[in-house]
């Protein structure tokens, strides 16, 4: 299983961006897929879920600002960013977990940078 992040950068407030994760090495159509962040200095948090039927969940802070969606002939799942704050600043992890991998196991990305700032 491989996991390849892309589309980091640095953006001023209010700006978007759009995060690419490219995946291989398992059968990327019937996974649910998610993005992580972590702040610096802070605990790694799940920011968004897509599962294989395409619903979506996210957490509180970027509802309404974030939307993940998923590619499935490309292998490839989004994270559009939208309205970005200094907050929104963190290293971007996505990650799977295969239902057909066992024992059981979290697969990551290699992370992507954003930094929100004036």
């Known amino acids: 299983v491989q996991l390849q992040a892309s589309g980091g950068g640095s953006v001023q407030p209010g700006g978007s961006l759009r995060l690419s994760c490219a995946a291989s090495?398992?059968?990327?159509?019937?996974?649910?897929m998610r993005w992580y962040r972590q702040p610096p200095g802070k605990q790694r948090e799940l920011v968004a879920t897509?599962?294989?039927?395409?619903?979506?969940i996210y957490a509180d802070s970027v509802k309404g600002r974030f939307t993940i969606s998923r590619d499935n002939a490309k292998k490839t799942v989004y994270l559009q960013m939208n309205s970005l704050k200094p907050e929104d600043t963190a290293v971007y992890y996505c990650n799977t977990r295969p239902n057909e991998v066992r024992p059981r196991t979290d697969f990551w990305g290699q992370g992507t940078l954003v930094t929100v700032s004036s």
């Open positions: 090495g398992f059968i990327f159509s019937i996974n649910a």
């Open positions: 897509i599962t294989s039927s395409g619903s979506t």
